[in-house]
């Protein structure tokens, strides 16, 4: 039975879905091709009718988790974002969380295509935490894009900390409750800043 281009396109958006959970929860060497297309409900054989190569697939894939990522911070305060971030259950769930945390030491060592896929997703989550700065001067923008970048860096690093410790460890929570606090009060004292400039003026 001849397979319509809605079909391909719809299983290939299957593959590329699937790939996207494994791989966070897996890492790219720990999943392989085969093991990934039976996940998906596919053969072996039928990977190639879609991909070139398994890299093709690891940047589309990176690209479908954080363009979700992004959709699903779209308008969220940045001090939420933090929240939901540095929580045990985002900790918990790296094939349904954050790309950056589960798979950025990974892409370090993958070809640069890889990493120009994860340049654009990191650019456009950033942008995404961006939404409240149109109002902001040339300056301003220029400062709070510097803190987006300070506190996305400060967020990945403590949710790898914290997955490298044992599920168990009391240190595994407790480096997400520190993180968490302390770019929380940042946040808090930032704003206090701006709103006392923005009276001053």
Do not use: W
């Not at 950033?126 to 902001?136: G, P, W």
């Amino acid at each position: 039975m001849k397979v319509t281009k809605a079909q391909v396109q719809e299983n290939r958006q299957r593959i590329v879905e699937t790939a996207s959970v494994l791989f966070r929860e897996r890492g790219y060497d720990g999943v392989g091709v085969a093991e990934l297309m039976a996940a998906a409900g596919f053969t072996h054989g039928g990977f190639y009718k879609h991909f070139g190569s398994k890299a093709d697939l690891m940047a589309e894939a990176a690209a479908c988790s954080f363009a979700q990522s992004a959709e699903k911070t779209a308008n969220v305060d940045i001090a939420d974002f933090v929240q939901h971030y540095l929580s045990r259950q985002h900790r918990d769930a790296p094939g349904e969380g954050c790309t950056m945390a589960a798979l950025c030491a990974d892409a370090a060592r993958q070809p640069e295509s890889l990493k120009e896929t994860f340049a654009i997703g990191i650019e456009n989550q950033l942008a995404t935490l961006a939404h409240e700065d149109a109002a902001l001067s040339e300056s301003a923008q220029r400062e709070a894009r510097a803190s987006r970048i300070e506190t996305l860096a400060q967020v990945v690093g403590a949710i790898v900390l914290s997955r490298a410790c044992p599920d168990s460890s009391p240190l595994a929570d407790e480096i997400l409750h520190v993180c968490r606090s302390r770019i929380l009060n940042q946040l808090a004292d930032i704003n206090s800043d701006v709103n006392s400039h923005h009276t001053i003026k």
